[in-house]
């Protein structure tokens, strides 16, 4: 079974500080993404990564970063965190030649 | 802006009843669907995926695709309570687009016991 697993569920942060979210997948896939979920505005990808340190910006890119050292692991950081960042993010991953996204648990952060 | 829509429900059903939902796609160049099932609190999670014309069956899930009309559909026999649930449909972009999929905001299922 493919597993992506993610650093927090649960971070509460405050209004300035760097938030850094971490996502690491067993699968050996290429492909890994990052998602921001609203109620109401669904997924919306944030940024992805097709290959180690590539990068691509999706939807949403504004006030993130996305670092990716090594094949198995993607993380999010947000530079100066914001209360309009207070969202579930959530990590996927997938093989290249492959659409099968598969997901974290989520990481819901709170930004006071 | 290529845009997959559904219906944001709730859509209340009876225990052992068939829950038919929908989605329609804008891009034609899409050829790979998917559905998700999302509790609440928690992450999506893969159902069925679906790349031909036609049903493709998954023991109580069938996924239904018609390009010609852009739809996408699922039907879930005998629901259960245990399927109340945000259910999420996606569209594959082209290999142009990095392999990335674009998601419906998802339609609320009930089932009634």
């Known amino acids: 079974d493919v597993k992506v697993t993610q650093s927090s569920r649960y971070l509460v942060k405050r209004t300035g500080e760097k938030v850094f979210l971490e996502c690491v997948q067993d699968m050996d896939h290429e492909n890994m993404f990052w998602y921001r979920q609203d109620p109401g505005l669904g997924l919306r990808l944030i940024y992805f990564?097709?290959?180690?340190?590539?990068?691509e910006k999706g939807d949403i890119p504004e006030g993130y970063s996305v670092s990716r050292e090594k094949k198995e692991r993607f993380s999010l950081i947000l530079e100066s965190a914001s209360t309009n960042q207070t969202s579930m993010y959530l990590c996927a991953s997938s093989l290249s030649s492959d659409y099968e996204q598969y997901f974290g648990p989520g990481t819901r952060l709170t930004v006071t | 802006q290529k845009e997959v829509e559904q219906n944001s429900g709730p859509l209340s059903v009876p225990e052992g009843a068939i829950a038919s939902l929908n989605c329609t796609y804008s891009d034609r160049g899409s050829q790979s669907f998917f559905w998700y099932r999302q509790y609440s609190g928690k992450s999506p999670e893969l159902i069925m995926s679906?790349?031909?014309?036609g049903d493709k069956e998954d023991g109580r899930f069938t996924a239904q695709l018609n390009k010609a009309s852009q739809y996408v559909s699922l039907l879930i026999r005998d629901s259960q309570p245990s399927d109340s649930a945000t259910y999420l449909c996606?569209?594959?972009?082209?290999?142009?687009?990095?392999?990335?999929?674009?998601f419906g905001a998802g339609t609320i299922l009930r089932v009634k016991s």
């Open positions: 990564s097709y290959d180690v340190k590539m990068k």
């Open positions: 679906i790349y031909s014309n």
């Open positions: 996606a569209a594959g972009l082209g290999l142009e687009y990095g392999n990335k999929l674009v």
